[in-house]
């Protein structure tokens, strides 16, 4: 009997007065013995969970792919649902032939639950007609969802809801995380934030994250906020909202957007790509603005009046007509659980956030812990160098010699490349974009003059003479 009650506990849990503990140990999707014999499956444990008081913990002993074949049980309560990874374990509608529609996870039909979902990829939703969201819809006043080392992926709405996640009247968290290849909206359809959609009475805090690659079919490629939506650390690049504003983000009249540490660029619609507002008017933003920057922030493209202004607060606002470039990698993986867009050599993005996230000490609107790793976690540091980079990753610089300049732009460790005027910086754009001055006459010679542009020649003899001056 001892045997028998031992081998129950491993296989369905242990319930302690803080809820169950249950563990998945198979990729099936059925419901048959409610963890109760042998197999677990998540929509056993999911049903556990509900039907047991208290915080529980559902955990894996299974990789891979997780098929569903219908939508999962509501979570109704308090639950941590804990992944081994979002590059090993995926939880997806079932890609086979004749699966109907549905969401994956729905969040709510309670108040004051805490909802916990970590180290997996959420991907495949298809929201049915007039239904919230494909991912994952978070409902009720009281209830909170925290996202943490998750990939959302590949979900879609076909009008108007968010397609990877949509909030209403709850708490929304997001560390860590990468929204992509997510959509809402097609054809005639309208689309609103075919990542996010953040709506009436949602408060959302995104933290460390990526926004790449998402499509709305109208406004909000990317996010759509109607409440309350701050950014510490954010990446948004690359996201499109094909029929009017906000290929990045969109916020309505009725939302505050409130963005430090941010990168929002390189998205695209017919105007207004990256931050938009509505009522959609492509030049005439609302008063007062619906973006309140917190400093060092880059904004590729922003017409006046929205919130961001460039060199103030240290914030680098392009134009339509001068688009700021952050000079992105493609999204990747660079390490970590999630993929993520990395910084190239002589981005602007570089140094060029506020240390305060390091120690949430931020004078309003801190992250809710402390940043000190980038989206990647364990072994990439927040801050490395000067201060922290603007965005969702840092540059992990090295310099093995301790000389200030960048292994990657040291001629010392670039034997084979060039350093025309002698400063110990590869001479390219990522590293030396300033060629000069001369030191010797000789750097003149052979068309070399032509090469300076710090200062700049006009012919070899005022290159000379330069070197000659001793300027």
Not at 400 to 415: A, K, L, Q, R, V
Request: with cysteine; proline share 5%.
């Amino acid at each position: 009997m001892k045997t028998l009650t031992l081998f129950f506990l491993l296989i369905v849990g242990i319930v302690t007065a803080n809820g169950a503990t249950l563990t998945v140990n198979s990729n099936l999707d059925n419901e048959t013995n409610g963890c109760s014999v042998g197999v677990c499956t998540l929509r056993e444990a999911i049903s556990a969970a509900n039907n047991s008081a208290g915080a529980d913990t559902i955990s894996f002993s299974v990789t891979g792919t997780i098929d569903l074949t219908s939508i999962l049980p509501t979570i109704s309560d308090s639950v941590s649902i804990t992944g081994p990874g979002a590059r090993v374990l995926t939880v997806q509608r079932s890609t086979a032939g004749g699966t109907t529609d549905f969401r994956i996870f729905t969040i709510g039909g309670s108040s004051g639950a805490v909802v916990n979902i970590s180290g997996i990829t959420i991907a495949n939703g298809k929201a049915a007609l007039n239904s919230y969201a494909a991912g994952i819809f978070l409902e009720d006043v009281g209830n909170t969802l925290n996202l943490m080392d998750v990939t959302v992926r590949d979900n879609f709405h076909p009008g108007p809801f968010g397609g990877g996640v949509y909030c209403k009247e709850a708490m929304l968290n997001i560390t860590r995380s990468t929204f992509t290849g997510n959509q809402s909206g097609e054809g005639m359809a309208t689309g609103n934030g075919g990542a996010v959609n953040v709506n009436n009475g949602c408060t959302a805090n995104i933290n460390n994250s990526t926004f790449s690659g998402n499509i709305s079919n109208t406004v909000g490629g990317a996010i759509i906020n109607f409440s309350s939506l701050t950014l510490n650390n954010v990446t948004v690049t690359e996201n499109t909202a094909i029929n009017s504003g906000g290929g990045g983000i969109m916020t309505t009249s009725s939302g505050t957007t409130i963005v430090r540490n941010s990168i929002i660029a390189n998205n695209t619609a017919p105007f207004n790509p990256d931050v938009s507002f509505h009522p959609v008017a492509p030049n005439v933003p609302p008063t007062p603005p619906v973006y309140t920057s917190q400093g060092n922030n880059l904004i590729g493209i922003s017409v006046g009046g929205v919130g961001f202004t460039d060199g103030v607060n240290g914030d680098k606002v392009g134009t339509s007509a001068a688009p700021l470039d952050p000079m992105l990698g493609p999204l990747a993986n660079n390490g970590g659980q999630t993929d993520t867009h990395s910084l190239e050599n002589g981005s602007p993005a570089i140094d060029a956030g506020n240390n305060c996230v390091v120690t949430a000490t931020c004078p309003t609107n801190n992250p809710s812990e402390p940043l000190t790793t980038d989206q990647r976690g364990t072994g990439f540091d927040r801050l490395r160098g000067a201060a922290v980079d603007i965005g969702a990753f840092e540059a992990q610089i090295v310099d093995t010699d301790n000389d200030g300049i960048p292994d990657s732009c040291d001629i010392d460790s670039n034997p084979g490349a060039t350093d025309f005027d002698k400063d110990g910086i590869v001479d390219s754009s990522g590293c030396d974009t300033q060629i000069g001055p001369p030191t010797n006459k000789d750097q003149c010679t052979n068309g070399g003059w032509m090469r300076f542009n710090t200062p700049a020649f006009k012919n070899q003899g005022d290159c000379i003479k330069y070197v000659r001056k001793g300027n």
